[in-house]
T-cell receptor
Framework: GAVVSQHPSWVICKSGTSVKIECRSLDFQATTMFWYRQFPKQSLMLMATSNEGSKATYEQGVEKDKFLINHASLTLSTLTVTSAHPEDSSFYIC??????????FGPGTRLTVL | SQQGEEDPQALSIQEGENATMNCSYKTSINNLQWYRQNSGRGLVHLILIRSNEREKHSGRLRVTLDTSKKSSSLLITASRAADTASYFCATAPSNDYKLSFGAGTTVTVRA
């Protein structure tokens, strides 16, 4: 199956700093990638849809200036959490859309903001 | 937004038994997908069933879809300890490809 990687797998940062998370489709091209957030023992909540070469589409309630998304190529999307605060601590998961509209998920990034 | 609801929330079974979990949704869909998530890991795509399909098999997995009732079920036969995970259904609406995830069912398979 299609493989999606994320980097880093975990990150700890100080409050007020910015953190960048990368999502790569390794063996296929993805014009569309998605960013999700998951709190402990909860389901995934879609944050935004990342489209190659255009602006991301954010879900209601997600601050676009805080969660910057860049989809510069067909295999890479990045999520930057700006001025991170402890409440931003979460598990961030990306996915890439396949040819049949299925989604292939990355392994996730655990963000802890101190 | 989440539109899928799953039950049960948690399921504990003995190795070798079957595990069944259900998913209900609210709007018309293009397809429904089931995913598995091991603790602290990403999601693994298990199976996709289209709105015009009623049943689909993949190995020990059997998925049914009843669009009239807006519900789906996932059956894992002859469960193994390695099947211990959370299972999520996700729906793609007819006019979009964004997925909405259910709350998930946590399955524990006891050896």
């Amino acid at each position: 199956g299609a493989v999606v990687s994320q980097h880093p797998s975990w990150v700890i940062c100080k409050s007020g700093t910015s953190v960048k998370i990368e999502c790569r489709s390794l063996d296929f091209q993805a014009t569309t990638m998605f960013w999700y957030r998951q709190f402990p023992k909860q389901s995934l909540m879609l944050m935004a849809t990342s489209n190659e070469g255009s602006k991301a589409t954010y879900e209601q309630g997600v601050e676009k200036d805080k969660f910057l998304i860049n989809h510069a190529s067909l295999t890479l999307s990045t999520l930057t959490v700006t001025s991170a605060h402890p409440e931003d601590s979460s598990f961030y998961i990306c996915s890439a859309r396949g040819g049949q509209n299925e989604q292939f998920f990355g392994p996730g990034t655990r963000l802890t903001v101190l | 937004s989440q539109q899928g609801e799953e039950d049960p929330q948690a399921l504990s079974i003995q190795e070798g038994e079957n595990a069944t979990m259900n998913c209900s949704y609210k709007t018309s869909i293009n397809n429904l997908q089931w995913y598995r998530q091991n603790s602290g890991r990403g999601l693994v795509h298990l199976i996709l069933i289209r709105s015009n399909e009623r049943e689909k098999h993949s190995g020990r997995l059997r998925v049914t879809l009843d669009t009239s009732k807006k519900s789906s079920s996932l059956l894992i036969t002859a469960s193994r300890a390695a099947d211990t995970a959370s299972y999520f259904c996700a729906t793609a609406p007819s006019n979009d490809y964004k997925l909405s995830f259910g709350a998930g069912t946590t399955v524990t398979v006891r050896a």
